[in-house]
């Protein structure tokens, strides 16, 4: 082949990604490569550093709340019925990824913007509750809802600025939620059962030092590709295997994966544990999840990004079964360490994963959003189901059970994802 016709066939190339415009295909081999560093990309790895402080950290808090609640506000609701605000706010969240994941891809950071505002108005709304549908509505509904446009534009934003190294930067980014699960409860704590504060003030002070960085997050976050134009959802992907499974894989492991946020204070003060003391065990929960998000994600771009969520299912899944052999303080400290460990690693390494699906950078934001909303209806369902099996047995063995299983089924889907991909399931994927 000549020179010549070797430039005309270039030239006539393009990717075989359906966006659906002009015929339905468009051109990716033009996108600039992802630059893997630099000031503005480690910028906006900050910012989404600050968005998974402000909106997890607060979230990951909720087994404070529900301490709280249990013997204040909302003295004698049964503990799964005040495990509906929590297992709401966290399937909002995702759910409502699957939005702001593709109004990132087509309209960039302002979306951001926005959604900082109103979730410093559902922080502030909580503190004025008192009653259960008011919680419900505001750290519930509200707080949800927003926290979806706030960290799937994050990460998308993340992943466009990152290609070798995207799992390890996704990981320093959603570490901020592990960081703001140290300091949200024991701040929290202390204020709420070591202080005459009150809870009003107690939540309020919360969102203001929220406030700084969320401003920040809005000015360092930007998009570094041009937007797509094409339709907003992409449903080509329903017939990826790779994306189908993984999405049904994470969908098992969210039904198991959050309950020690939820339900390590309250199995603590059922041990005797001081309600002061318990509450620091989600912090360290919390703080092990920093290494547990930072970690993997390291190891995931050097081993492969699926290996790294298998794993974390398999030890999530083991760590969940010997729940109840924690019975004393120090070993409440110890399964403390190793549940938030495990966690992240699920959290991070399914974020990066769903990153390998798509083939046009562009729709980056899209896929996360998607894939995460689906699996979401699994933070709806857990932690209520795993409510009613407290309160019907009156101990945690049963929880134990039901989270472990849920969690192994997704680390063994993880594993058929591998297959189903061309380099099959002992390759570094």
Not at 70 to 90: F, N, R, Y
Not at 131 to 155: I, N
Not at 215 to 228: D, K, M, Q
Not at 390 to 399: D, E, H, M, N
Request: proline share 5%; with cysteine; net charge positive.
């Amino acid at each position: 082949m000549t020179s010549s016709e070797t430039r005309i066939q270039e030239k006539g190339s393009i990717s075989s990604v359906e966006l659906g415009q002009r015929g339905g295909i468009v051109n990716t081999s033009n996108l600039p490569e992802a630059p893997d560093g630099g000031l503005r990309a480690w910028l906006v790895t900050a910012g989404a550093c600050c968005v998974f402080f402000s909106a997890l950290g607060f979230s990951n808090a909720f087994g404070v709340f529900e301490e709280y609640y249990l013997t204040h506000q909302l003295e004698g609701q049964s503990p799964d019925k005040i495990a509906w605000i929590g297992s709401l706010a966290v399937f909002l969240q995702f759910l409502l990824g699957a939005l702001g994941g593709p109004l990132f891809d087509r309209f960039g950071a302002w979306v951001l913007r926005p959604a900082a505002v109103l979730y410093v108005l559902a922080i502030m709304m909580t503190s004025l509750c008192k009653e259960y549908w008011q919680f419900m509505l505001a750290q519930g509904v509200l707080l949800g809802s927003v926290m979806g446009f706030l960290q799937f534009p994050a990460m998308a934003a993340v992943s466009q600025f990152f290609s070798k190294k995207r799992a390890a930067a996704l990981g320093i980014a959603v570490a901020g939620s592990s960081i703001g699960g140290v300091v949200v409860p024991i701040a929290l704590s202390k204020m709420l059962n070591g202080s005459s504060i009150g809870f009003g003030w107690s939540v309020r002070i919360i969102g203001f030092t929220i406030v700084p960085l969320l401003g920040f997050a809005c000015v360092a976050i930007t998009s570094r590709l041009p937007p797509r134009t094409t339709s907003f959802f992409v449903w080509h992907a329903f017939k990826e295997p790779k994306f189908v499974l993984l999405t049904l894989a994470l969908f098992f492991m969210l039904l198991g994966a959050f309950t020690p946020l939820f339900y390590i204070p309250t199995y603590a003060v059922s041990r005797g544990v001081d309600p002061t003391l318990a509450s620091y065990l989600l912090a360290i929960s919390n703080a092990a999840s920093t290494f547990g998000r930072v970690i993997p994600g390291v190891l995931a771009d050097k081993f492969g990004r699926l290996n790294i969520l298998a794993f974390g299912g398999f030890m999530a899944s083991i760590v969940i079964f010997c729940w109840t052999k924690a019975e004393t303080t120090a070993a409440l400290v110890v399964y403390s360490v190793a549940s938030g460990f495990s966690s992240g690693t699920i959290v991070s390494g399914g974020s990066a994963a769903f990153t390998d699906c798509p083939k046009d950078p562009r729709d980056l934001g899209t896929y996360i959003g998607m894939g995460m909303g689906l699996s979401s209806f699994a933070a709806l369902i857990g932690p209520p189901v795993n409510g009613v099996l407290v309160s019907k047995y009156g101990g945690f063995s049963q929880l134990s059970i039901f989270s472990g299983v849920m969690v192994l089924v997704g680390a063994f889907i993880a594993l058929a994802t591998k297959a189903a991909t061309p380099k099959g399931l002992l390759g570094r994927i």
